[in-house]
């Protein structure tokens, strides 16, 4: 049978690596850059030869945990997430080391060197090599697939939770990838019950780590995952490039690109830790001088400590940021001693992105600011953080972070007297990830805050995956819907009220009223949810009106409607000192229409 | 072997992964190796967005300072923050109201005619081919489309695509 070749992106080709070596359950929470993985599986279950669990769960913990059982089970699983996501399921994914796993299990950890769309740019290998997990780094999309079943392997030989770490450049590229028929495992589940093991308590726990370490010893020595070698022709003797991940396929093209190919020794790390120590070995005795390529941090660096090495910790290589083909340009120039490149043009960031024309959230954001201009603003991740644009976000943290960070702003303002009001905005899906214990914390803690649930219906900044409360789970598929209402009455929030955002009178009244509440004897956290769906679902903006907005000559070119309001169709001609609407990208919401202090935005009649 | 590196940059919204998918699929289609990198995320919300892809034998989907071969660039405002990846005798074709530099074509009012200003990028892929600038021929172009495009869109994009062609 003829292998199928296919255009597929990083993220599809590890999903359909995963379908391919018999994973069966699959779970995830959506976060840049590794959301398409879960996706592509879901778009191509019918693949699956046996059945297979796919769902989007509600955080990255719980994806895990989900897996984790999957596999005790003795089925081959994954946990799929970004790599700020794994401190929120590193509480499971320790302990999993110790205690290990049954049938395969890979938990699939995007990181994101830049950062291009993340909150830091951490680094999945020094996480695993803390965790003392093993983890693979691979160079390309096809390479990521291919490493899947040898990967699914080795976690049964150890019984360990594997992980593989692509990065965005492995995540969001596209390459020739050749798919294969998915294997057929024929298992059931069979989780054979060991307190000892599954339920370890401190007394079993020696042992296991001793048994951990055992085996990473010997996987560190696994043949198949040995460092690989293209030879240099020994013109730079006692001399070697050692890389990892996208890095090594950067450096290859250089190479190549500056007529260097097979002048140097050049390895390839494939798995980082636990590194293998005949390599550690090798590169102390045979180079003087070895030149280390890796993103983000120094992980191969700091175990090799070799004594001629040239990485992070010495300076050679920067840092920070991404290894650019042009950085690695820069380091190897000064490594080998060649011609210095030329200089790189100045950086220039472009176009900054916005909350979309017709984006709820701007109507919601500019009523908040509106109505507190000197109010503190805690925000959280999401689309919504653009709210910055609009002064309406002062704090973005980590998910679920926004509404204990705006109780702990009220009690350390409150201690001096007045408190500003805290206004906190959080996103549907944000909410049911980690805000909820954040959220019931501030009322007990008798915190005076307005949480304003920005509910749009969607996870939208990672593509539209679906939220609790909309009743459809992975692939569509119909489940029970957890409304946000009772869970915020049971919270014992006094104060809840609903309003859709593009009624900005009401909005604004009920802000108010929330302020009052919270200020009252009795008050405490308001709760007010701006319900509107996300512009970017079709269905959405079929269903509201829409009607050909234009700016009449009243204009006298303030500028409230291109930056307080900020919106991407509203453009401010610098000629003519006025604001024009984009007819291309306005969608006729008529939200900017009360921005306008003169009455210059206007409907245009039918 | 025949090697191309190709910049496709805009904002978020502009159609510019399509464009890179579409670009990408014919050299799939010929058999050939093809990396792209492309934007996702964050800055896909009207922001500025770059794909690269290099046709051919390599190993890294990134373009350095100063090779890329061809630009196509459907937000001309970009032609600064981009401009520096191009190699000095690289073709760029950009989609533009007023003349300047490169070979230009007002894609987006061409698209915005036909009904959606978003079929910009196939206009401006048409127009490429007519400038004999990208590895492909116009066939290999609609082939590529029928295969990507959601099937209600098919004839509308071939059209867009006519239409820089025939500019």
Known sequence: MSAEIKLLMGNEAIGQGLIEAGCQVAAAYPGTPSTEILQAIIDSKDRAVEPLHVEWSVNEKIAFEVALSASYSGKRSVAVMKQVGLNVAADPFMRTAYIGVKGGMLTIVADDPGPHSSQNEQDTRLFCLQGRVPVIDPASPAEAKALIPAAFELSEKYELNIVLRPTTRICHSRQNVSLSEPIKLERTADFQRNPGRWAATPAFLPELHRKLNDHLTKIAQEPDWQPKLTAGDGSQPRTALVAS?????????????????????????????????????????????????????????????????????????????????????????????????????????????????????????????????????????????????????????????????????????????????????????????????????????????????????????????????????????????????????????????????????????????????????????????????????????????????????????????????????????????????????????????????????????? | MMKQQIIVSGIGGQGVLFLTRVIAQMAVNRGIPVLTSETHGMAQRGGTVLSTIKVGDFASPLIRAGQADIGLLLWEANLEVHKGLLKSEGKLIISAEKDGEGERIDATGIAREMGNPVLSNLVLLGFAVKQQALFCKAEECETAIKQLAPQKFVEQNLEAFQKGLNS
């Open chain 1, 245 to 606: 991940g996208i890095v090594y396929s950067n450096l290859v093209d250089l190479l190549e690109e500056l007529d260097l190919s097979n002048t140097i020794d050049l390895y390839q790390v494939l798995m980082p830790y636990p590194l293998s120590p005949n390599f550690t070995e090798k590169l102390r005795n045979d180079y003087d001088k070895i030149l280390i390529l890796e993103e983000t941090y120094p992980v191969i660096e700091l175990q090799l400590a070799h004594r001629g090495a040239a990485g992070k910790e010495t300076g050679a290589v920067p840092r920070e940021g991404e290894l650019t083909p042009d950085v690695i340009h820069q380091v190897l120039a000064n490594f080998l001693d060649l011609q210095q490149p030329a200089a790189l043009p100045d950086e220039r960031r472009g176009q900054r992105p916005s909350l979309c024309p017709g984006c709820p959230h701007r109507a919601a954001f500019y009523s908040i600011k509106k109505c507190f201009p000197k109010g503190i603003f805690p925000s959280d991740i999401g689309c919504y953080t653009l709210g910055m644009n609009l002064g309406a976000v002062n704090t973005v943290h980590c998910m679920g972070a926004c509404i204990s960070q705006g109780a702990g702003f009220y009690q350390t303002y409150q201690q001096d007297g007045d408190f500003p009001t805290i206004v906190v905005t959080i996103g549907d899906s944000t909410f049911f990830h980690a805000g909820i214990p954040a959220l019931i914390n501030a009322v007990i803690q008798q915190a005076r805050i307005i949480v304003v649930i920005l509910d749009n219906a969607t996870t939208a900044m990672t593509g539209g995956q679906p939220v609790p409360h909309m009743g459809v789970a992975a692939g569509g598929k119909k489940t029970k819907a957890i409304a946000i209402e009772p869970l915020v009455t049971a919270s014992g929030v006094g104060f809840l009220e609903t309003c859709d955002p593009y009624d900005q009178e009401q909005f604004e009244a009920l802000l108010k009223q929330a302020d009052d509440y919270i200020r009252s004897p009795e008050g405490g956290v308001a709760v007010l949810i701006s319900r509107h769906g996300c512009i970017m679902d079709p269905s959405v903006r079929k269903s509201q009106e829409s009607t050909r907005i234009s700016i009449n000559d009243k204009c006298i070119g303030c500028r409230k409607c291109t930056k307080a309001f900020e919106c991407p169709a509203l453009v401010f001609d610098e000629e003519q000192k006025v604001a024009l609407v984009d007819q291309d990208r306005c969608i006729g919401c008529g939200t900017c229409i009360p921005v306008c202090p003169v009455d210059a935005i206007v409907k245009e009649e039918k």
